[in-house]
């Protein structure tokens, strides 16, 4: 089975702190992102990355950054994090055989005070 | 550009009754439709997809949905409710499968009364 694995399920940091937000895969997959889950709004993509050291904005991508340093792992950061990405933060890994297929992992809920 | 529109934030049904959740679609080519569940504190697993081929499409834990390119839906259906099927769902579409992501609808939370 496919495993997507975020290593913070919880996190609690206060405004203006830098948070990093990990995301492993063990399916050599390519294709990795970043969602924002919220209340009502659904799923919006932050950023995603079609090889390492590449990336692409997604719909959201205001005050976050990524990076792809290795292909397994993707990592989402908050620069400076602010009350308004209080939120759950979801990572995927797109699957090889063309069927759009997205793999996510358990999601990192973010409180930010 | 596509979009995906479901009808019904919250849907309530009793246990044994018919569970139908909605989901129209936007875009200007065949996408590739998705139908994803959450339960709580989770994340998203896959229920069901339509790629090509049979519009009629049967997902795990007996849900189904049926592409209707004429109507642009692709609702999702269960013949009778558990209590376990109490979740979040979510239809999602793509248009790029080799690349772009999903994107989702606002999702439907189905409560499942005893």
């Known amino acids: 089975d496919v495993k997507v694995t975020q290593s913070s399920r919880y996190l609690v940091k206060r405004t203006g702190e830098k948070v990093f937000l990990e995301c492993v895969q063990d399916?050599?997959?390519?294709?990795m992102f970043w969602y924002r889950q919220d209340p009502g709004l659904g799923l919006r993509l932050i950023y995603f990355s079609y090889d390492v050291k590449m990336k692409e904005k997604g719909d959201i991508p205001e005050g976050y950054s990524v990076s792809r340093e290795k292909k397994e792992r993707f990592s989402l950061i908050l620069e400076s994090a602010s009350t308004n990405q209080t939120s759950m933060y979801l990572c995927?890994?797109?699957?090889?055989?063309?069927?759009?297929?997205?793999?996510f992992g358990e999601g990192s809920r973010l409180t930010v005070l | 550009a596509q979009s995906v529109t479901q009808l019904g934030s919250h849907v309530s049904v009793s246990e044994g009754a018919l569970v139908l959740l909605r989901c129209n679609y936007s875009?200007?080519?065949?996408?590739?439709l998705f139908w994803y569940v959450q339960y709580p504190n989770q994340g998203l697993q896959l229920l069901l997809k339509?790629?090509?081929?049979?519009?009629l499409v049967k997902g795990i834990n007996g849900f189904e949905a049926e592409f209707k390119k004429s109507e642009t839906s692709f609702h999702l259906t269960k013949p009778s409710a558990h209590m376990s099927d109490a979740a979040e769902y979510f239809c999602a579409v793509t248009l790029d499968t080799g690349r772009r992501a999903l994107t989702f609808g606002s999702g439907t939370r189905l409560q499942v009364q005893p």
């Open positions: 875009s200007s080519v065949p996408p590739y």
């Open positions: 399916m050599d997959h390519e294709n």
């Open positions: 339509y790629t090509t081929g049979a519009t």
């Open positions: 995927a890994s797109l699957t090889g055989d063309h069927t759009g297929e997205l793999f």
